[in-house]
């Protein structure tokens, strides 16, 4: 599967995940060329969904923190 085809196909939570893990590595330095090259195939779909980037960072973090959360009550929760 081609990757824009992959980022056709996702949701936009997972979209936003994305955006914001490329946006870190950018912030980071770290394969540039890369993660440049992700980050404007992700921008396409999100202009061609109507989602701004502010928007897409939003739900990409909303996402992440719930999914931290539901990972760390699972690990606190008592055994039966």
């Known amino acids: 599967m081609k990757r824009r085809n992959f980022y056709d196909k996702i949701s936009n939570e997972l979209l936003g995940c994305f955006y914001c ?5 950018i912030e980071q ?3 540039l060329k890369t993660m440049n090259f992700e980050n404007h195939l992700i921008e396409e779909v999100a202009k061609k969904r109507g989602i701004s980037l502010i928007e897409l960072r939003i739900i990409g973090y909303w996402f992440i923190q719930k999914e931290k959360n539901l ?3 699972n690990v606190n929760r008592p055994k039966k």
């Open 21 to 25: 893990y490329i946006q870190d590595k």
């Open 29 to 31: 330095g770290v394969h």
């Open 71 to 73: 990972t760390k009550d």
